[in-house]
């Protein structure tokens, strides 16, 4: 993937830089505002972090530029400004997130894969519904009644899988596949330890996880059992 | 009313009472002296008319002077009933005719031939007023003049001048009476303005800054031009205090990004053991940092926004999602179960949605540092005139002997490590500006320790 | 002080038959009760009239003794006005019919005001500076002879008086009796007054008397006493409590009161300034002013009254203030007129020279 970072401190653009080039990202790295604005005007990203304060150019008119060519392009603004509006004004001008400094740096790398993941995760936007349980695609929210969940990414994952054919039974292995691909190395462990945590964070569903054992997964309604 | 703070009406009225009292007073004295003279004036055209025909009598016959009495002068000085009368005739030769012989009036006989001589003295014990009138006559040893001087005693004047006086008294006093209510209505009626541009101030929001705009006479206006400076320069030194609060946060967040981001890119796998406890430790006191300063500059700008932002409608359920959505990382332990649970009638609430946004995510934050073990929910509800937002975690929960002290600002519980900082001050300090406060309800049987900030519904809402 | 002694010398000096020491006819009045004061009177009114007034008054104040002394009106003014200057001893309180002498003591400060319920009831023109009040009301009448002068004949005014003594000369020689005025204060008071009061009338009638060789005695009941004796036909300007007192004893005298005018006097009393018990003289001074002391005087002393019909038997109007002939003598500064040393010398000096022929 490609990244636009846009900071003028050296010391967190550079950590920036090799934390996301480590997991395989291509970054480019300005400093100035108006040189960003030029590239931004003939380069395609995938993502686009970008500081407030810049030297040139501010982050905000960066966004508004941006925004007005119609791209749609996902951008993290970072802030240093006490000013909420800041943030507000941000996502009001087309941000998909912020992060205000100092910020933890695996949570910048978490925000960025939700958001490079929603470019290329396509466009599912139906609901799906099993017991009381309802799955937003579009939002990737989901609903225990009238509770909203917060899931992780490979939960949510999951949880759509199983929630895709409720009763169906889900093998270790078409799971493991369908969760991690082949890039990753994972165990079946992995699987185990992803129900639990999903069964948990449903635990007072009217749609449950039930283990066949030796068999697989499979996702029931109460109302249908 | 003690002498210090006099109202500006009681000020006014004892002033005009202490002229109207000092005019009254020279009135009444110039009514006295004016009743004087003219009692005077009357009575002495009785004397001078009594005098008169006494000097009338006095005949030259066969070159004697004869004199006979006539009673009517006594009748007409009779009017003056009350009074006694003295009167003395003295003939050219300068011995007493009739009459009281030592009756002497003040000035010289001689005096009296230009005109009748009135005089003021003392006879027989009493004040008298006399008249002296003189008159030639020829007798057989040539021409000589005599005289007639009429006293009366003076208790009739007295009598009509005090009387006169007594009645220019009583209308001065009633006019002065007048005057005085005319001026304390007029008073009242001129100070109104006053009192409404202080019921101006007094109804004023404390947060509202823009300039005054009563209408108030011309002897105000650089009153409140004054008040109007002054509500500018504090409006200019409230934003100036912001942005030293923005510009400070920007100044020293970005070294704080920067230090993490070097701390970050510390290689740990060609460390010791040791070294990689001591950037543990770095790293952590760094996070630490980090929020409080986050915190303490938070902390700041809610306070201040406060002095100078107005309220508005605000939808519970959107604040506290958007605090949600603030204070849960992403990173959050996977093995915690996070829920949020929007009220189904959504409470709209007087407030500042930054300001609230931010004492709700502290309030979520810190249950989810310091409280939480695997489970937090975050539910909107409404209670009574009240909009309420729960933060519940399944943790040990707070004392309720804590409760009054976490929200002060830097309170570290006893147990040392649940170091709140400003998070529950902020939310605290929020709440109870929206008339509102923050609460604490006790873990129960099925039932987690909880968290919650409660605010008054906005007026229409409140069935 | 000095300068107040020296004019009241001048006048004493100036007076026409000015005594050494004056006499006067006292008469001792016991107390009921124990005696724990006593009051002086000093009078110029007869004893026999005050008796009933002063035995009344013992009646409501029993531990008063009262000591009476009578004296002729121009004694009385001398002894006063000696009192007043400290010469001698000064009574409690004065009464006396010649008023005018009484107005002068008042204007010469020898009087004490008083006030009371009782003087606030007297008429103002019986009261003077609350100094000098009128107690009586007597009528100044004119006295006959029924058995001498037939009813046809009998003068009912001034002016008819005159006519008859003018058309019958010869018929009323020394048959005609009045005051010598020059003795008698109150005889000058009311002759003065009549000359006021019609100037013309009175000439005509002073000629008329003078014509007639007109009997003067000092006193009243000296003038009734030669009409008793049958010496005077016709009294004129006599008292009418004197007179009504004589008609009382002897039904021959007829009382008329004039029609055309009727001179009232009203007989003063007066609390001297040095009196020594001046309380007790005003206690005294309010019985008379009290409606109890005029009923005794009325039924007893003076026997005519301001608001009474006439006693029975005086031929006049029922009522005399209201028929509006009565001319009362105000008791006011007017009165000291009359006691001007030159008006009165000359005033007695006119007198004399007509009636006495002098």
């Known amino acids: 993937m490609r990244i636009l970072l846009v900071e003028d401190t050296i010391d967190v653009g550079e950590a920036i830089c090799r934390r996301f080039q480590l997991t395989g990202h291509t970054v480019d790295w300005e400093t100035d505002g108006s040189a960003a604005a030029d590239i931004l005007s003939f380069t395609e990203y995938d993502l686009v972090i970008l500081d407030v304060m810049l030297p040139g150019l501010d982050g905000f008119s960066i966004l508004r530029a941006l925004r007005q060519s119609k791209s749609n392009v996902p951008v993290l603004v970072l802030t240093a400004r006490s000013e909420i509006d800041d943030r507000v004004g941000a996502l009001d001008l087309g941000a998909d997130d912020y992060l205000v400094k100092p910020f933890d740096f695996r949570e910048l790398e978490a925000r960025a894969r939700v958001l490079l993941r929603r470019r290329t995760g396509g466009d599912a936007t139906n609901i799906i519904v099993c017991g009381d349980v309802s799955l937003d695609r579009a939002n990737r929210s989901v609903k225990v009644g009238k509770r909203e969940i917060q899931l992780k990414r490979r939960e949510m994952t999951l949880l759509e899988i199983l929630a895709s054919r409720p009763g169906k039974v889900f093998s270790k292995e078409e799971l493991l596949d369908q969760l991690f691909g082949f890039e990753e190395a994972a165990g079946p462990n992995a699987i185990e330890l992803y129900i639990g945590r999903l069964r948990k964070k449903l635990e007072r569903a009217k749609a449950r996880i039930v283990t066949l054992r030796g068999v697989g997964y499979q996702l029931v309604a109460d109302d249908n059992a | 009313m003690t002498t210090h703070r006099s109202s500006l009406f009681a000020r006014i009225v004892r002033r005009v009472a202490i002229v109207l009292m000092l005019g009254a007073a020279s009135l009444i004295t110039a009514a006295w002296l004016y009743a004087r003279t003219a009692a005077d004036e009357a009575y002495d055209r009785l004397l001078l008319g009594a005098a008169f025909q006494m000097s009338e009598s006095l005949t030259v016959a066969d070159g004697a002077l004869r004199f006979v009495l006539p009673p009517s002068a006594f009748e007409l000085l009779g009017l003056a009933q009350r009074d006694r009368i003295f009167y003395r005739v003295i003939d050219p030769a300068g011995s007493t005719l009739t009459g009281y012989a030592d009756l002497e009036p003040k000035a010289p006989l001689s005096q009296s031939r230009n005109g ?309 001050a902020i939310a605290s300090e929020v709440a109870s500006v929206l008339g509102g406060r923050i609460g604490f309800r006790e873990k129960a049987e099925g039932q987690d320790f909880c968290v919650f900030i409660e605010v008054p519904l906005a007026a229409e809402e409140r069935v | 002080m000095r300068l107040l002694l020296r004019s009241l010398a001048i006048f004493l000096w100036l007076l026409p038959s000015a005594a050494a020491a004056i006499e006067g006819q006292r008469a001792f009045f016991p107390s009921n009760g124990k005696e724990t004061e006593r009051l002086t009177i000093h009078a110029a009114t007869d004893l026999e009239a005050m008796r009933p007034l002063i035995r009344d008054f013992q009646e409501l104040r029993p531990g008063v003794a009262v000591d009476f002394v009578d004296y002729v009106t121009n004694d009385l003014f001398r002894q006063a006005v000696d009192a007043c200057a400290g010469k001698s001893r000064s009574a409690d309180i004065l009464l006396s019919s010649s008023v005018d002498q009484l107005v002068r003591l008042a204007n010469d400060g020898c009087a004490e005001a008083h006030t009371s319920r009782e003087t606030s009831a007297a008429p103002a023109w019986a009261n003077w500076r609350d100094e000098i009040f009128g107690f009586t009301f007597e009528p100044v009448v004119f006295v006959y002879d029924r058995r001498a002068l037939p009813a046809a004949e009998v003068p009912r005014s001034h002016e008819e008086l005159a006519d008859l003594l003018r058309r019958e000369p010869e018929e009323f020689r020394n048959r005609i009796g009045t005051y010598d005025i020059e003795a008698s204060g109150v005889g000058y008071l009311l002759a003065f007054n009549d000359s006021r009061q019609a100037p013309t009338t009175y000439g005509r009638l002073l000629e008329s008397l003078s014509r007639t060789k007109t009997v003067t005695r000092c006193c009243n009941n000296e003038v009734l006493g030669e009409i008793a004796a049958g010496n005077v036909r016709l009294a004129y300007n006599v008292l009418g409590s004197y007179a009504y007192a004589a008609a009382k004893a002897n039904p021959d005298l007829g009382i008329v009161v004039p029609g055309d005018y009727t001179l009232v006097l009203s007989r003063g009393a007066m609390i001297p300034s040095n009196a020594r018990k001046p309380a007790l003289g005003k206690q005294f001074l309010d019985y008379l002013l009290s409606s109890r002391g005029r009923a005794v005087a009325r039924e007893y002393s003076f026997f005519f009254s301001e608001s009474g019909p006439l006693p029975a038997g005086v031929d006049g109007p029922a009522s005399l203030m209201e028929s509006g002939i009565a001319r009362p003598i105000r008791i006011g500064p007017a009165l000291l007129a009359a006691q001007d040393e030159i008006q009165r010398r000359s005033f007695i000096e006119d007198w004399k020279r007509l009636i006495e022929g002098r």
């Open chain 2, 116 to 424: 009748p001589v009135f005089g003021n003295t003392e006879y027989r014990g009493a004040a008298v007023r006399t008249v002296t009138l003189s008159r030639a006559m020829t007798l057989n040893d040539g021409t000589g003049w005599s005289y007639v001087v009429v006293a009366q005693t003076v208790e009739a004047r007295q009598a009509l001048a005090s009387e006169l006086t007594t009645r220019a008294t009583f209308l001065v006093a009633v006019m002065s009476l007048l005057a005085l209510g005319g001026t304390a209505l007029a008073v009242r009626y001129s100070l109104r303005p006053v009192d409404v541009l202080g019921d101006a101030l007094r109804q004023r929001d404390p947060q509202d800054l823009t300039p005054m705009s009563a209408d108030v006479p011309r002897e105000l206006i650089p009153f409140m031009t004054s008040i109007n400076h002054f509500i500018n320069r504090l409006d200019e030194r409230v934003k100036l205090l912001q942005r030293y609060v923005a510009d400070s946060a920007h100044q020293i967040r970005t070294p704080l990004t920067a230090l993490t981001a070097q701390v970050s890119l510390i290689n740990e796998d060609n460390l010791t053991p040791d070294d990689r406890r001591h950037l543990e430790r770095v790293r952590n006191r760094t996070a630490e940092l980090a929020r409080f300063t986050n915190q303490l500059l938070n902390h700041a700008m809610v306070i201040h926004r406060f002095d100078s932002s107005q309220l508005a409608a605000v939808s519970l359920n959107d604040v506290a999602r958007k605090a949600f959505r603030t204070a849960i990382p992403i990173t959050v332990d996977p093995d915690m179960v996070v829920s949020f649970e929007a009220a189904e009638d959504d409470p709209v609430i007087m407030g500042d949605m930054l300001s609230l946004r931010e004492a709700i995510a502290n309030v979520i934050d810190n249950a989810l540092r310091h409280g939480a073990s695997s489970r937090l929910e975050v539910r909107v509800t409404r209670d009574g005139g009240y909009g309420r937002v729960e933060v519940s975690d399944d943790g040990p929960g707070i004392p309720a002997q804590e409760w009054g002290n976490v929200t002060k600002r830097f309170y570290s519980t006893r147990s040392g490590k649940g170091a709140s900082g400003l998070g529950f």
